[in-house]
């Protein structure tokens, strides 16, 4: 399942999608996923693919936590996402996981679950919660929406999204290739 528009850009009406689709690959399973995006906020999209990828890895590299909560730096996320180093990726964090975290995915009969050997239909936010733990005092800076490189981010996967992971449906990316 494709959660993530990837256009880079989306219109700022663009405050929810839906899809589904059938197929005779997955035993007549019919997909259903749609998306809602907070009050004011448009759907995930673009970097926030990026970001939730390296928040994948970030998340393995911490050896898969029972809790679902990893410690990462700024910078440490964005080499794990592949992004670019620099101001507009560091700009790019807070909004992406704000996006990541108030956007609601609802998914009906197709989120498989092996220990179950069957699809389930759940509402994810695919990010439970978020913040911002400064090593360091904050430097002054001209844009405070914007995450300094040092910063370290405390974020808490969903349990279904880390359950998945775990269980070997999302894989990392081996970064040196």
């Known amino acids: ?86 101001g507009h990726s560091y700009a790019s964090l807070k909004p992406s996981l704000t996006r990541l975290r108030n956007s609601t995915f609802t998914i009906e009969d197709s989120w498989y679950d092996r220990s179950e050997e069957a699809y389930q239909s759940l509402s994810t936010s695919l990010i439970q919660n978020w913040k911002v733990i400064e090593r360091r005092k904050a430097r002054s800076t001209s844009d405070e929406d914007t995450v300094q490189s040092d910063a370290l981010l405390q974020v808490t996967l969903d349990p279904d999204l880390a359950r998945s992971i775990r269980l070997g449906y999302i894989r990392p990316v081996d970064l040196n290739i």
């Open 1 to 86: 399942l494709s959660l993530v528009l990837a256009a880079s850009r989306v219109p700022e009406t663009l405050t929810s999608w839906e899809r589904s689709w059938s197929s005779a690959d997955h035993m007549g399973v019919t997909v259903r996923v749609r998306c809602v995006a907070s009050a004011n906020d448009v759907v995930p999209h673009g970097v926030d693919n990026d970001i939730l990828f390296g928040l994948t890895n970030a998340y393995i590299a911490a050896n898969c936590p029972p809790d679902n909560t990893i410690q990462v730096t700024a910078y440490t996320l964005l080499v794990y996402a592949a992004l670019p180093i620099g």
